[in-house]
């Protein structure tokens, strides 16, 4: 009984769609986007821990060169070929005043800021399935330091590693 009712109600259907007269109003156009993400043959990881120091450890604000430090992150990448290359981006960090503008903020008085650039982005290439050595340089100018109000700065950058 089940089966005759949809049958029916699909004859029904068909028909009303078939039936002369019936209203042929065109319907409006609609617009799909379409949209793919194709993934490179690479997949590029860091092997060094989470929370890497760039140490700059004590200035001297009576200094006239720059000072600078640096930190060597390792990165990886496999797939199917048999280089990879890679490229390492930065965010501006949690104090920045714009792009490619980052500043550390001074421990006790939150409203004083010490500028700082590192060298991102990089890139390169790399053998897949080996070890690569990156290193990542900040620099603070004298002018940037000399007129610090004393005592410790820090910021948190958020590297990507692509692809």
């Known amino acids: 009984m089940a089966l005759a009712v949809r049958t029916f109600a699909t004859l029904a259907v068909v028909a009303g769609?078939?039936?002369p007269g019936a209203d042929a109003k065109a319907a409006a156009p609609f617009g799909l986007a379409v949209?793919?993400?194709v993934l490179s043959a690479s997949n590029c990881k860091f092997r060094s821990g989470a929370g890497s120091v760039l140490p700059f450890g004590a200035i001297n604000p009576a200094?006239?060169?720059?000072?600078t430090a640096s930190v060597t992150l390792v990165i990886r990448c496999q797939g199917s070929a048999a280089t990879?290359?890679?490229?390492?981006?930065?965010?501006d960090g949690l104090y920045g005043t714009?792009?490619?503008q980052p500043r550390m903020r001074?421990?006790?008085t939150p409203t004083?800021?010490?500028p700082y650039t590192l060298n991102t982005p990089l890139s390169g290439t790399t053998p897949k399935g080996a070890d690569t050595n990156v290193v990542i340089t900040g620099t603070i100018t004298p002018a940037q330091f000399q007129n610090a109000l004393a005592g410790a700065?820090?910021?948190?950058v958020v590297l990507t590693l692509l692809p």
Do not use: C, R
């Open 17 to 19: 769609l078939l039936a």
């Open 106 to 108: 001074h421990a006790v």
């Open 35 to 37: 949209g793919a993400v």
């Open 84 to 91: 990879a290359s890679y490229a390492v981006t930065a965010n």
């Open 63 to 67: 200094s006239l060169t720059n000072a």
């Open 153 to 156: 700065f820090s910021d948190t």
């Open 112 to 114: 004083e800021f010490l």
């Open 98 to 100: 714009g792009p490619g």
